[in-house]
């Protein structure tokens, strides 16, 4: 019975997970994919800072303005699957 209990419990936090990124805007703003990827805000400014001096680190962004960047949810999810490793 405890085991059953852990499985469901498990199931019911990757539904909760499933709902948060399916309620996602098309174009995330930073905190969004940060929760999305659950990573930090600062670990997606280091990765755009590397992006920017020509590394391929995190995934890309749009750069609307100086105080708006966005991320392409189908981009973000395109470049973590990039990192799957079989």
């Not at 936090?13 to 098309?26: A, I, M, T």
């Not at 703003?29 to 590397?50: F, G, I, N």
């Not at 995934?59 to 470049?79: G, K, N």
Request: charged content about 30%; glycine content about 4%; hydrophobic content about 35%.
């Amino acid at each position: 019975m405890d085991e059953l209990t852990q499985e469901i419990r498990a199931l019911r936090d990757e539904l909760r997970g499933l709902q948060v990124k399916q309620s996602l805007p098309d174009l995330m703003t930073p905190a969004q994919c940060a929760e999305y990827l659950k990573r930090s805000e600062e670990v997606l400014y280091l990765w755009r800072k590397e992006r920017n001096a020509g590394a391929e680190s995190g995934p890309p962004f749009l750069h609307i303005s100086s105080r708006t960047i966005l991320y392409d949810r189908e981009d973000v999810l395109a470049w973590a699957r990039s990192h799957r490793v079989n």
